[in-house]
């Protein structure tokens, strides 16, 4: 687990929602169970599209799979994953099962529509089905726009923002998250030229 957590995923997760807490007055230390429920969370995503992807390195290290092999890799991918939600379950106490559950539905949606979005993606890339830019750009949406969203809102939620700044605050999570999906996507060469260039003007625009 150390060196899957070495791989800087963790950055991104221990900020976001502590921001979005300390945005809707709350105290960015009443968000640190969050803040390592979505680090775990994101390293596990992590690990399994470097499985999709086939991808060797990352930041100039090994992947898990590169490094350990799919049999190491898929099931620390589960367990980071148990613990996230083993993590999120200790708001129960601080914020009442009320809202514990929301936040537990929140990261589960996001979980599900970001597979969804890989798996479909996929399964366009191997039957070379020709996808128009919106049906791209709903993907970008659902592989990482709604994984910021989660952080954006779960962290809304700790510091007991309102629904509008919650609202407000899972809009902005999905539009970063998606400018940076598509800011990757410009520069991936399995895709289109013609996708490339408008993912990066796009991700400018978000």
Known sequence: MVYAINMGDYLVGASIPQIACEAVGGRASDALGLAYAYSLGLIAGRIYDDMMDRTIERRGKRTMWREFGDPVAIPLGLQLLTEMFDALSGYDRTLGRIASDRISETFRLALVESARSEEQEKLSM???????FLERLKLAQGKRGMLIA???????????GSEEEIELLKNYGLLTGTANQLFDDSRDPDYPPTYRDRAL?????L
């Open 201 to 205: 003007s796009d991700s400018r625009d």
């Open 150 to 160: 989660a952080g954006t809102a779960g962290g809304a939620i700790v510091g007991s």
């Open 126 to 132: 191997r039957s070379n089905a020709s996808l128009t």
